[in-house]
């Protein structure tokens, strides 16, 4: 065709050649140098011409980024949407060919600085994929997802290359080797946004999530053998490669290399160089020059630079700490800045409107439907033969169908190559972000992984009795956590005939920059180099502290377990661990931690938040503790020797203070122990303005005085325990009782009861001063008041089937009207799993009611 005169300003372009390929634009070599009629060293150079539009596409491309990212992240779109979107607006069909776009943002002479720098961020993003890879996840001894993985590759395949040359889809004669890179995109499973989309649907420790998993990285390995061999048999302008041997024997012969060779060497340097685990600059940047060079090989031996680069990261040594600091140094250097050059150039290359000139919308329709379809069909067939149900089938088959970075890989090494052209790389890329736009949403919004009904009876502490074993859940959000709950849990009283076990949890919010192999964490993979240096130091200070219990105690058994979750979900975590587990009590840390000068800081208003959900959500009994140096050595201690500790129960009345005079009793039995029950009983005065609340503090006085009977029968030959009443009329008598007690005997440990739903007239008055409801109101006074600076206080909430459905509806009220969202949220999702497994024991505690009424 005829050449086409471009102008901008002081420079001319000749566009030469309009294809399906894309444009030939020629321009004179001196438009790469800008003099500006400057002399000397002042003249210009291509540097100091291209830096300013390179400084200028680099912003532009960050920011639209970041904006859709925002925007895109309440739908429940995973980010791989946003980078389409971000590639798409630069697109020629929408603001690639406005003057402004190619005048002052991307203009033609400039192009392949851009895409220089994009090319490099790819290696080393892909290297990052590499890095993040757990291979150790796939068991070839679970055949579910080896069977997964290789049926959809096999149906995937063969579909894409019948779509690929379906009427319609774009011009009638088209290359070959394009339907390889074509099938190739359409069949891969994107490890790393896998990860991210079950973070996100809670899915992770489902057995759908580790089966998704596991099939993901099968299907990602086959994937890149594929594109090794889609580089091996094509050249690079879409003809059969006659090299194809060399090229396949050279690229396996660089993967036993890094298997045999740079993998143990690595490991052999590493340790032989590093001093007390530090990484010095020399080991990274060892590392990041070998990326480069290892991508060169490869590069050189006819596969491509990428494929270096990931073998590269699968060589670095697994649980090694460089791997975490080479990580922390180019997360988000490359994701935040870089990467987005790379979304850009993938928008350049693609063309709406020369697609739909090309590609019949009826054809478009079949190859989106087909596209999605295939992986789920196959999945639901292998269910037929595997033991799995079929909604989880269904789930498993459209996760299988999560698209990544590497699915545009795949695309552009195919346009490189010209044996994809425009209209079928553009078509391909709107079938991923379609696929992408599907996924997430329609899993959060119909799929719910169906619970395992565990029927366990022991989820209070009052049924256990000391008779059986009790299994405790501990959380830690910081190491100043662990001090505290570690003494109370030493105070428990742990015997052969009621053995303490112990699951700690170390919670660890998910940010925007946590890995993959950060999220994959399980009760055998304990934090160590996928952590930052901070959090895993304290992770291993926090499992060393916990673990330290058993080796003093045959009768206590410790687990730890790392839990990765944004604090909007961490509740359900806690729960879903504390369902798992089967434990009848969990220990959450009071958000106000105690300050150097004796008082209690601000806290975290994310872990209030926390405790709250936890105390609506939880499937057994809830204490919180509030610690004032309950870990301490006190002064009066003999060479660090345990001291006497006194405790004191205040009994109110109500389930959750009989849950905690059962938690107190527990702990006596102990030589070092000194109980002290205070019972607070209402006197007439309080009783007569009362009204209303009266009748329902008898009908839980007839409960209570059956409780505080058995307590007295069976502990009254214990010269440890003492048991005291005292009658008052309001609120302000109490804490007067309190201060009294005190002062004649300061106590190291206060248990009380959370008295939710509990009007009680003992404690009139003191509601106007609660400024945390998760403490109840003795609770909170407790933790606010000047007489116990020095002492702890653990607030015990009964687990209730009924308070549960009253404080999850309570909470979706609240979120109804906009106050609070996220719980909303958790509530709903909380509700039919309450009804659907709870139903036993919400009669087992309505029947424990009525005998002890009828007593």
């Excluded at 994009?118 to 290696?123: E, I, R, S």
């Excluded at 149906?155 to 074509?182: E, H, M, Q, R, T």
């Excluded at 889609?230 to 041997?245: C, D, V």
């Excluded at 789930?395 to 890989?409: D, Q, Y």
Aim: with cysteine; charged share 20%; hydrophobic share 45%.
């Amino acid at each position: 065709m005829s050449a086409e005169v471009h102008k901008e300003e002081n420079v001319t372009y000749s566009i030469v050649d309009v294809s399906r390929y894309g444009k030939v634009v020629c321009y004179e070599e001196k438009y790469l140098f800008q003099n500006r009629d400057l002399k000397g060293w002042q003249s210009g150079s291509t540097m100091s011409s291209a830096l300013p539009f390179f400084i200028t596409q680099l912003l532009i491309a960050n920011f639209t980024y970041r904006v859709l990212y925002y925007l895109t992240r309440p739908l429940y779109l995973p980010p791989f949407v946003a980078q389409i979107l971000c590639g798409l607006l630069f697109s020629p069909s929408v603001f690639g060919d406005t003057e402004f776009i190619v005048k002052y943002v991307f203009p033609y002479r400039y192009t392949l600085v851009l895409e220089t720098f994009a090319n490099l961020a790819l290696v080393y993003n892909i290297f990052l994929l590499g890095l993040g890879m757990e291979l150790r996840m796939v068991r070839f001894t679970e055949l579910k997802p080896l069977v997964i993985a290789i049926v959809g590759l096999v149906a995937s395949l063969p579909l894409g290359i019948v779509l690929y040359f379906l009427p319609g889809n774009g011009v009638s004669d088209k290359v070959l080797a394009g339907c390889v890179f074509w099938s190739v995109a359409m069949s891969c499973t994107n490890f790393p946004d896998l990860a991210r989309i079950l973070a996100d649907l809670k899915l992770l420790r489902s057995d759908v999530g580790r089966t998704a998993m596991s099939a993901s990285i099968i299907t990602d390995m086959s994937t890149w053998v594929l594109l090794v061999l889609g580089f091996a048999a094509f050249s690079k302008t879409g003809e059969f490669n006659k090299m194809m041997p060399f090229v396949i024997l050279s690229t396996g012969g660089f993967v036993l290399l890094s298997i045999f060779v740079i993998q143990p060497l690595l490991a052999w340097a590493f340790s032989k160089t590093m001093k007390g685990g530090h990484i010095g600059d020399t080991h990274v940047w060892f590392i990041l020059g070998g990326v480069v060079l290892c991508g060169l090989i490869t590069d050189a031996c006819g596969a491509h630079s990428i494929t270096g680069a990931f073998l590269f990261g699968l060589s670095i040594p697994h649980d090694h700490v460089v791997r975490n600091t080479i990580e922390e140094k180019l997360h988000d250097f490359l994701s935040g800045i870089l990467m987005p050059l790379f979304y850009v150039t993938c928008g350049l290359r693609s063309d709406l409107r020369y697609m739909f000139q090309f590609t019949n919308q009826l054809t478009m329709v079949v190859v989106m439907v087909s596209s999605f379809m295939v992986k789920i069909v196959t999945t639901f067939a292998v269910s037929f033969f595997m033991p799995m149900p079929v909604r989880d089938s269904l789930a498993l088959g459209a996760l299988m169908n999560t698209k990544g970075t590497l699915s545009l890989v795949v695309l552009n090494a195919g346009r490189d190559t010209k044996a994809l052209d425009s209209p079928m790389y553009t078509h391909m890329t709107v079938v991923l972000l379609v696929m992408s736009l599907i996924v997430e949403p329609l899993l959060a919004l119909t799929y719910r992984p169906k619970k395992k009904a565990a029927h366990y009876k022991h989820r209070t502490v009052e049924k256990i009795k000391g008779e059986s074993e009790f299994r405790v859940l501990t959380c830690v959000h910081v190491l100043p956590n662990v001090f505290g709950i570690t003494n109370l849990l030493r105070a428990s009283n742990p015997t052969k005939q009621s053995p303490l076990t112990v699951f700690a949890i170390h919670l660890v919010e998910l940010t925007g920059r946590t890995t993959a192999s950060m999220l994959i964490m399980n009760d055998e993979c304990k934090p160590k180099a996928n952590f930052s240096d901070r959090v895993r130091a304290e992770s291993e200070q926090i499992a060393e502290s916990f673990e330290a219990l058993e080796v003093h105690n045959d009768a206590m058994m410790v687990q730890t377990i790392t839990a990765v979750s944004p604090y909007a979900t961490m509740h359900e975590d806690i729960c879903a661990l504390a369902e798992d587990k089967r434990v009848c009590f969990i220990i959450l840390p009071y958000h106000r931690h105690l300050t150097a000068d004796g008082r209690m800081g601000e806290g975290n208003a994310s872990h209030a938040d926390i405790n709250q959900n936890v105390l609506n959500n939880a499937p057994c009994s809830v204490g919180i503790l509030v610690d004032r140096g309950m870990g301490m050595v006190r002064s009066d201690s003999v060479h660090g020797e345990p001291t006497t500790r006194h405790i004191a129960m205040l009994f109110v009345g109500g389930a959750d203070d009989r849950e905690a005079l059962s938690y107190a009793w527990r702990m006596v039995g102990q030589h070092m122990i000194r109980l002290t029950v205070v019972r607070f009983v209402p006197g007439n005065d309080a009783l007569a303005s009362a009204g209303k609340s009266a009748g329902s503090y008898s009908k839980e006085k007839q409960v209570d005085d059956e409780c505080i009977y058995e307590f007295n029968f069976k502990t009254m030959n214990d010269p440890s325990v003492t048991f005291i009443e005292k009658v008052v009329n309001d609120g302000q008598d109490t804490v007067s009782m309190i201060r009294e007690m005190e002062d004649n005997q300061s106590c190291d440990l206060y248990v009380v009861g959370r008295g939710y739903n509990v009007d009680s007239p003992v404690t009139v008055g003191l509601t106007d001063w609660s400024s945390s409801p998760e403490l109840g109101t003795i609770g909170d006074t407790l933790a606010a008041s000047n007489f116990t600076m020095h002492a702890s206080v653990l607030v015990i909430q009964q687990y209730s089937s009924v308070n549960r459905q009253a404080a999850a509806a309570a909470a979706m009220a609240a979120g109804g009207e906009g106050k609070d969202k996220e719980t909303d949220k958790s509530s709903r999702d909380a509700e039919p799993f309450m009804k659907t497994m709870h139903n036993d024991e919400e009669d087992d505690d309505d029947e424990d009611y009525r005998i002890g009424v009828r007593k």
